[in-house]
């Protein structure tokens, strides 16, 4: 069984909201065999900055739905979308 990289945005709730925490907390959030290779942030708008990590998973029949779910339910998140898939 292969891997699959996905770069997911993780909308926080609001500016107030402080990233570092955040980022340690979807780290703790993620499902079994799953592993995070990488944070980037990007501006949006108006103090707003989106939390980009780059999330390893195993290529099996659920993809990336584990990470998102998991990532979802974590307190300060606003959304999650995955931007881009790819085998490696």
Known sequence: MGKVAASVKVMPQSPDVDLDDLQDRLEQSLPEGAKINGVERDD?????????????????????????????????????????????
């Open 44 to 88: 949006v708008a108006f103090g707003l900055v989106a939390l980009l990590p780059t999330v390893i998973v195993p290529d099996d029949a659920g993809g990336t739905e584990a990470v998102e779910e998991a990532f979802a339910n974590v307190d300060g998140v606003e959304s999650v979308e995955v931007e881009n898939v790819g085998r490696i």
